[in-house]
């Protein structure tokens, strides 16, 4: 007898909390970039922003099978079934974190280009092409919206870990199961 899995498979849920992991390392590089600023340490000679470019471009490569995952393995159910608003909204934070999830590191690449910096991967010295040619006001536009998305992308996240932990402490039910 067949039993259906209560997980996500281990493929979707590596790539989850990398996914985790990399946009947790691309906020701290941030603030880490801002204490180099003020003279504060370089990490192993190189920058705390060519670390929090290679983060973003982690969360970059991890959507990419992460989405084609996710249409392409079947969602273990919910156990106790939610209601329907409780599951459109868990659909629509999900594509909102997916939105930001590309839209934030393509905004940092973008800038990058628009301000004649190469997109460097501080362990291998690799160059990633620019995504646009120098542009100055493009270049401010493209750096607002990349920090405000990123500091807006606060609150998707946030939904989404008190969601899991009301599921699992309130509701007693398995999402946050399926995904550990």
């Known amino acids: 007898m067949f039993i259906p899995s ?6 979707l849920r590596v790539i989850h909390w990398l996914t985790v992991i990399a946009v947790v390392a691309a906020a701290i590089l941030t603030g880490a ?4 600023d003020d003279g504060g340490s370089v990490v192993s000679g190189i920058s705390a922003m060519q670390w929090h470019y290679a983060a973003g471009l982690a969360v970059l490569l991890l959507l990419i099978p992460r989405i084609v995952l996710r249409i392409r393995a079947r969602v273990p ?11 459109l909204t868990a659909r629509l934070v999900h594509v909102t974190l997916y939105a930001f999830l590309l839209a934030v590191p ?3 690449w ?3 280009g628009y301000a004649g910096e190469p997109l460097t991967l501080p362990w291998l010295g690799w160059q990633l092409p620019a995504l646009a040619q120098p542009n100055p006001q493009a270049n401010e536009l493209a750096e607002e919206l990349h920090e405000v998305l990123g500091n807006v992308l606060y609150g998707p996240i946030a939904l989404h870990v008190v969601a899991a932990l009301w599921h699992h402490a309130v509701r007693r039910d398995n999402t ?3 995904m550990l």
């Open 110 to 112: 973008l800038q990058l």
């Open 77 to 87: 159910p919910i156990i106790p079934t939610p209601d329907r608003f409780t599951a």
């Open 176 to 178: 946050l199961k399926r």
């Open 33 to 36: 970039e801002e204490h180099e």
């Open 106 to 108: 393509l905004l940092g």
């Open 6 to 11: 209560t997980r996500y498979p281990l493929s």
